[in-house]
């Protein structure tokens, strides 16, 4: 089993790669840090600008929902290393909260099973307060295809 060093090393590697890949990531996510990772586990934080909230100022539903697909498959690809996480066969996102422009979020992202067809993740998003997770704002699954 790998190490969180090597877990950590590996998600880094992948989002980089990833990153000027995808405009939408690259536009919603430039500013994301990740904070941890281990096996079928990913946090980062991401502070919110005027390119992640709503005509009403609060976190754009997109830019949640977004954020479940992004963490869910690093997620994915922290439970054995793999390079290639999958695609999407299913996304869910209840909206709980809100946050706002100047917030800080905490996504974690879980990988609560990987198997050979299909993986399943859940997600928490939270505002961050006095530097710990605070309320949550969404939460979210994702189902994966992964067979290779």
Do not use: C
């Not at 992948?14 to 096996?39: C, E, M, N, Q, R």
């Not at 976190?59 to 290393?81: E, F, K, P």
Request: charged share 20%.
């Amino acid at each position: 089993m790998a190490s969180d060093e090597e877990t950590q090393a590996h998600i880094e590697r992948i989002w980089a790669g990833v990153k000027p890949k995808s405009a939408i990531y690259g536009f919603l996510l430039s500013d994301i840090t990740i904070t941890h990772a281990s096996k079928g586990l990913v946090r980062a934080r991401l502070p919110l600008t005027q390119n992640h909230v709503n005509s009403k100022g609060g976190l754009h539903g997109s830019v949640s929902a977004t954020l479940v697909d992004w963490v869910g498959g690093l997620a994915i690809s922290s439970w054995d290393l793999r390079e290639k996480n999958g695609v999407s066969t299913d996304i869910h996102v209840t909206y709980v909260s809100s946050a706002k422009e100047g917030d800080v979020i905490e996504v974690e992202g879980r990988a609560n099973k990987v198997g050979g067809t299909l993986a399943f993740t859940s997600v928490v998003i939270s505002k961050v307060v006095d530097g710990a997770a605070g309320p949550v704002v969404a939460t979210g699954n994702h189902t994966k295809f992964v067979k290779v």
